[in-house]
Structures are given as C-alpha cells and as structure tokens.
C-alpha cells in the first residue's frame, strides 16, 4: 500500500502545536485559484521545468521516450496528458532544469523518517502533521498511517479541506488527534465560483466532527478580491457560530507559489496580485473578536 507524496517537510512550526514533520500528500479535488502548491492538485507525478537553469539544448526532448515534451523556440512544454512521470529527462537534464514533483512511499518509509525527530515532538509537545493536496483522497494508507503513528505515541494533525465522502472521512477522523480545517468561503456559490467545488458536503463533515468532539483549529485563507471584505469576516462569524467553532487562524495571501504555476506550465489566476500583510487584516480580525471568536494569524 502506498501514497503519492511530493514533500515532507521536517522541523516546522506551523501546522500544529509544537515541532512537527508535516507530510504532503499529491491530490487534491479542490481547484483553489489561489494554491500555493499547485503540484499538490494532481495525482500523479509531474515534471517543472524551470526555464532560468534550461540550457535549451533539447536533451529533454529527445530522452523522452512518451514523446511528451516540445521545445518551441526558447520555451520548454510538457504534456500532462502523456507525460507517465517516468523522469529519465529529470536524470538526462544537463542544467538541471527539471524536478519530478512526488514519489510512491510505503508507511514504513514514512514512518521511519517522523520516528527520527520524536525527541523534538516529546520536548515541544509536537508530533506529525498529514497535509497535501488532501490527505482523504488516500483513505486506507491513511489510517494506517495515523495507526502506526500512534502506536509510537506520536500526536497527530490532519490539514484537510474535509471535501470527501462522510464514509470516507467519518472512517478516518477517530484517528487524528487535531484537524486544521480549511474553509474557503461563507456563501455556497463564492466557494464554488473560488474552488470548484460546493461547500455542502465540507459543511456536512465540520459538523460531524464537531458533534464527536474533535479538536478543530479552522483556517480561512483570506484572499483578496474573494473573501477579504468586512461583510465577508461577518459572513464567516455567521457560519462559524452556527456550527459551535470559537476559534480562527486567519492566512493572508501571499504569491510563495507564484513561479510554480510557470513551472508547470499554467496560467495564474492570481498573477501580481498584491499581497495581504498582518496588518491589512487588523479591522477583519476584529469582527471574529467582536463575535467572540479567537481570531489570530
């Protein structure tokens, strides 16, 4: 049993109390017009190319043997629909141009890179931190991840969009310690209009997970021109009041994944768009304080 996997990340402080390993699982049913990790959405390996290290010698072209990459003029295009991810033109790549974005791990091998740092966990109060993409799209590696984890004592998060079946999350969540739940909008047809999907069954699967208990931390990236009015901050008091959820981390938008869009070969919705600093959401934070919700960046 295995999982696609394009990072983990050791030693952070963000996704989760204390020191974490976060690991990012490749998939995500969401189409969020602001991703930061684009390679995250697909699942299947891909290939970015990054044209400041590309020699333009045309390697690339030739080595692959799905005929999957074009070289016109100065410019280096990879067929997502016939790319297989194999990575000879990664190996082959003289200037070291191209990166495989994820790779097949087992539970084991996972496994044996968080037990590496559980004295940092034990000391910080830290543990693991499932995140993506979205971890649900991967139900049974999963929860035999979480098992394994917590048979070594390790505490566990799960950053999740809670956008799955309820079979499929109401089977995983008895397993996770902590949910870090994204919510993206207030109003139904903004969520759709932002990431593609309806916010319905996302809602459905909260409030589960609010009736058994979970400790929930929820995040609202805030981004403008979306979801970064005072009526919008009002609109999500609304909801998170309704559902019985007290506490908020706000995210301002930031252009960190900017370039990857360019890498792979998209366009970005939200090219130059400035972004939100801490104190552009000052007067947003007020209005979950107002309304006796714990909002904090």
């Not at 790779?103 to 740092?117: A, E, I, N, P």
């Not at 959401?281 to 006796?292: C, G, I, M």
């Amino acid at each position: 049993m295995k999982a696609l996997i394009f990072n983990v990340q050791k030693f952070s402080l963000n996704d989760g109390p204390g020191i974490r390993t976060v690991i990012f699982f490749k998939g995500c049913p969401l189409r969020c017009r602001w991703c930061s990790n684009p390679e995250s959405q697909s699942k299947k390996v891909q290939i970015m190319w990054n044209k400041e290290k590309c020699l333009g010698c045309g390697t690339c072209v030739r080595s692959c043997p799905q005929k999957a990459i074009l070289q016109l003029s100065d410019e280096i295009f990879i067929q997502d629909d016939k790319c297989d991810g194999c990575g000879i033109c990664v190996n082959n790549c003289p200037g070291h141009a191209l990166t495989s974005e994820g790779g097949w791990k087992t539970v084991d091998d996972l496994m044996s890179v968080c037990l590496q740092d559980r004295l940092f966990y034990e000391e910080s109060g830290g543990g693991v931190t499932l995140s993506g993409g979205e971890p649900l799209m991967y139900p049974d590696f999963v929860i035999a991840l979480l098992e394994a984890l917590k048979a070594e004592g390790i505490h566990t998060a799960m950053e999740t969009t809670g956008f799955a079946s309820p079979e499929v999350f109401n089977r995983i969540i008895p397993h996770v310690n902590l949910l870090l739940f994204d919510i993206k909008h207030w109003d139904e047809e903004k969520y759709i209009e932002g990431t593609g999907v309806s916010d319905q069954l996302i809602l459905k699967n909260m409030k589960y997970a609010v009736a058994l208990g979970k400790e929930i931390l929820t995040r609202i990236p805030v981004v403008p021109g979306f979801n970064n009015q005072l009526t919008d901050a009002e609109g999500f008091c609304r909801l998170l009041n309704e559902i019985g959820l007290t506490r908020v981390q706000l995210l301002p938008f930031h252009q960190f994944g900017e370039n990857k869009y360019t890498q792979l070969g998209r366009d970005y919705f939200y090219k130059n768009a400035p972004a939100l600093l801490e104190e552009d959401l000052a007067d947003y934070r007020r209005v979950f304080l107002r309304n006796n919700i714990d909002a904090f960046l």
